[in-house]
């Protein structure tokens, strides 16, 4: 399988919609769209990732690449990572979780929520 890298906007932040595998072979693609939003000089991202059915340490070591990148640059990432996406429950979700990791991460239900500067993050 695949991944697939949509480019959005909603309300001043770029969305990346993520679907498919994130592993070693596919994960440099997200690596290389976060670089370009960022060249591009849009720095608060939102990572929609509920489409991704797969993950492994390789996709993980992107999203930790990418909120290190996102910090360096005074901008903002937000996480898409709904408890039921992809087919029987986010698969990304519950890796970070797994790993211990989740908590670095700003999480949200949804675009809307993640965008929205008053709404709180589902991060604990």
Not at 27 to 42: C, E, F, I, N, T
Not at 48 to 55: N, Q
Not at 70 to 97: E, F, K, T, W, Y
């Amino acid at each position: 399988m695949t991944l697939r890298v949509t480019d959005g906007e909603h309300g001043g932040w770029a969305v990346l919609g993520v679907s498919g595998e994130m592993d070693l072979v596919t994960s440099p693609v997200l690596r290389q769209r976060v670089h370009d939003a960022v060249a591009d000089g849009r720095h608060d991202v939102v990572l929609d990732l509920s489409g991704v059915l797969f993950c492994d340490s390789s996709g993980v070591g992107v999203l930790i690449a990418t909120r290190r990148l996102m910090r360096s640059c005074q901008g903002r990432l937000r996480l898409i990572l709904p408890a039921q996406g992809a087919v029987d429950g986010s698969h990304v979700n519950r890796v970070l979780g797994a790993l211990g990791v989740r908590r670095l991460f700003d999480v949200y239900p949804d675009v809307e929520s993640a965008v929205d500067d008053g709404s709180s993050s589902l991060s604990a």
